[in-house]
Nanobody, 115 residues
Framework: VQLVESGGGLVQPGGSLRLSCSASGFTFSAYRMSWYRQAPGKERELVLGISTTGDITGYLDSMKGRFTISRDNAKNTVYLQMNSLKPEDTAVYYC?????????WGQGTQVTVSS
C-alpha cells in the first residue's frame, strides 16, 4: 500500500497549488479519501474529505471557497486544489485513505505560503 503526495512547494500569498495523491496497493475506488494538514506546533486537522460517491465534507470556514477536493478513480488519484493561499495555510499536507477500520497515510508534502 502506498500513498504518494506531490505538488507542494513555495507559493506567494494569493497564489494557487494543486496537490495530488497517487494511490497503489489497494482498491482506491472503495476508500474514502481525505486531505489533512499539520502546521508547526499544531495538531493535524482535516482539510477536506471525499466519499466513494463524490460527496465532500469538511469545509472549515477558513478554507471555504478556496479549497476543493476531487478524485479520479481511473487514475487512483485524489486532488486538492488550493486557491487564494494565505500564509496561515503553510503546513505539511497529508492524504489519507479509509475503509472501515483500515487507514493509510501518505508521507506528506510541504506547502509554504510566503512572499
Amino acid at each position: 500500500v502506498q500513498l504518494v503526495e506531490s505538488g507542494g512547494g513555495l507559493v506567494q500569498p494569493g497564489g494557487s497549488l494543486r496537490l495530488s495523491c497517487s494511490a497503489s496497493g489497494f482498491t482506491f475506488s472503495a476508500y474514502r479519501m481525505s486531505w489533512y494538514r499539520q502546521a508547526p506546533g499544531k495538531e493535524r486537522e482535516l482539510v477536506l474529505g471525499i466519499s466513494t460517491t463524490g460527496d465532500i465534507t469538511g469545509y472549515l470556514d477558513s478554507m471555504k471557497g478556496r479549497f476543493t477536493i476531487s478524485r479520479d478513480n481511473a487514475k487512483n488519484t485524489v486532488y486538492l486544489q488550493m486557491n487564494s493561499l494565505k500564509p496561515e495555510d503553510t503546513a505539511v499536507y497529508y492524504c489519507k485513505a479509509r475503509f472501515r477500520q483500515l487507514e493509510y497515510w501518505g508521507q506528506g508534502t510541504q506547502v509554504t505560503v510566503s512572499s
